[in-house]
């Protein structure tokens, strides 16, 4: 096992990997920019370095300043987390080379998996079904357009090389296919220097379910479950569960077999995950496969009890899986919802700000990754996740009770978040049956009916929060209803707002 790893990440993933680490008896370095020096990933690993200035090319992804910072601390391992450097094959093929091990797949998986066009022939030669469209890149136009009218309009343009829904159109018509191919590649190009678009069939109402896998090095593969991830906006997963209420059994059966068939044909090692596209007649499609760890991982944890952090690390020192398939056991149903600081009265706005109060839920079948604390400073330049918040229970229902629950214990003030519109997902009658889709958000989410929806529970937390703040002898904004972030000056009338900012806001 290794003597000492480099979590090359910050916030709940880096804390996450040092909890497992510290497990195996790892001792860990965090890395961090000058404005995480305090953060509690920090805070928490046995050494830390500083990698530079606040935006992330000046800090985390310095491939090569993190590589000469591991040498220089004998560092034996790296571990990516997800985004930054996660699925960059040049920086798993650099620490190759340094002699240090990258916790993740080989950089030529990541590298053929990297690319959508090269994954889907990847998994057509494997006989793993993908949604019908262009094999490769669009050279030609014309030649796409022909190919659209073939399979039938509805489709979608997508980055060759990204996700995340960058470099993604919806075109409806040949007549509208000219200007979403040139969108799409400007944008593609913007996001991921490559302007590189395919073409695919559009779904309707589909679903996006995935399969964790874990493949080691002595060829051993097998599938923790699937989740259910339709529940987005702009393509951005917000709440995740396991296992999925939609599919049927069979073909439970049929997406796992598969993903484990698409990880064998690539010569997979490590954590991974492989996503498909469910229609509403349960047919399922290869969508991509994501070479590293997923945010949404703790459900698969619950339901698994395995810790798949610790799995990685075993994984990528040379151990063999100590699991078959038919040792694993699935249990119970988990859901995780990801706490973002972001309005969602204001198009999902990111939020900024001092975190002046945190008090997390607990209780039984209560998990709370968090890579923020009371005092954290909450800025511009990384992404705005803030925590997982999930649950196990024996059942969907008591998941979803206990989830309700524990979104009602948790206290985040300082800046918004998006509690209130979990809270206002997993009350809802379509997201109770189990019928949502990817349209889910779209199709139902109005931002000012959402203080008409959210639970009695939820209006008392509001009005004792109200209670608290006139009892701390504060005023809140009396020039308008809308709140402004904790400790700012509203630009309309110069008021200062209460350290007591809700949650909640009443639409104006």
């Known amino acids: 096992m290794f003597r000492k790893l480099l979590i090359a990440n910050r916030g709940e993933i880096a804390l996450r990997v040092i909890r497992s680490a510290r497990e195996l008896g790892i001792a860990t370095v965090a890395v961090h920019s000058d404005v995480d020096r305090g ?36 560092v034996d391992a790296i571990h990516p987390g997800y985004g930054f450097l996660s699925e960059n094959a040049e920086f798993a093929r650099a620490c190759r ?6 916790v993740g797949p080989p950089p030529e998986v990541i590298e053929g998996m990297g690319s959508k066009t090269a994954a889907r022939q990847a998994m057509l030669r494997a006989g793993v079904p993908v949604v019908p469209g262009t094999e490769a890149a669009i050279v ?22 990204g996700g995340g829904g960058k470099g993604m159109r919806r075109v409806e018509g040949a007549a509208d296919f000219p200007a979403a191919l040139e969108a799409a590649r400007r944008e593609a190009l913007g996001a991921f220097a490559d302007g590189a678009v395919y073409l695919e069939k559009y779904l309707e109402e589909p679903h996006h379910v995935e399969v964790q896998i874990l493949a080691d090095s002595q060829g051993n593969v097998l599938h923790v479950g699937e989740r259910e991830c339709s529940i987005q906006r702009r393509h951005q997963k917000v709440v995740e569960e396991s296992p999925s209420p939609f599919i049927s059994a069979e073909l439970r059966q049929a997406l796992c077999e598969t993903a484990v068939r698409a990880a064998r044909a690539v010569g997979y090692v490590n954590a991974g ?9 349960q047919n399922f499609y290869f969508l991509e496969m994501n070479t590293r760890l997923q945010v949404e991982h703790p459900v698969s944890e619950w339901v698994s009890g395995l810790d798949l952090v610790g799995e990685q690390l ?3 020192a040379g151990l063999p899986l100590e699991l078959r398939q038919s040792d694993l056991q699935l249990r119970g149903h988990a859901i995780e919802c990801r706490i973002c600081a972001e309005d969602p009265l204001a198009g999902f706005l990111p939020d900024t700000g001092r975190v002046t109060r945190h008090v997390p839920p607990g209780g039984p079948g209560v998990r709370l990754d968090s890579g923020v604390e009371k005092g954290s400073e909450v800025g511009v330049h990384y992404d705005p996740l803030l925590a997982k918040l999930s649950v196990w229970a024996q059942d969907r229902p008591a998941a979803i009770a ?23 997902v997993l009350e809802h009658e379509v997201f109770r049956a189990g019928r949502y889709d990817t349209g889910f958000i779209a199709t139902y989410f109005q931002p000012e009916r ?9 209006l008392l937390a509001v009005e004792t929060a109200g209670l608290l703040e006139r009892l701390a002898g504060e005023e809140s904004c ?15 009338c110069g008021q200062r707002e209460s350290a007591w900012r809700l949650q909640h806001r009443r639409p104006a």
């Open 140 to 161: 030609d136009p014309a030649a796409a357009i022909r190919v659209a009218e073939g399979i039938g309009f509805p489709v979608m343009l997508k980055a060759a090389a």
């Open 478 to 492: 009396t020039h308008t209803r809308r709140r402004h972030s904790t400790g700012q000056d509203c630009h309309e």
């Open 402 to 424: 206990r989830m309700l629950r524990a979104l009602g214990e948790y206290r985040l003030h300082g800046l918004r978040t998006n509690l209130d519109f979990c809270r206002w």
């Open 39 to 74: 953060a509690p990933h920090v805070q928490q690993a046995d050494e830390a370095v500083c990698l530079g200035q606040a935006p992330s090319r000046e800090s985390y992804l310095r491939g090569e300043r993190i590589i000469e910072e591991a040498r220089r601390l004998g």
């Open 314 to 316: 075993r994984i990528a």
């Open 97 to 102: 080379q340094a002699g240090i091990v990258f």
């Open 450 to 458: 959402l203080a008409e929806d959210l639970s009695p529970e939820a």
């Open 273 to 281: 995950t492989i996503e498909f596209l469910v229609d509403g007649r």
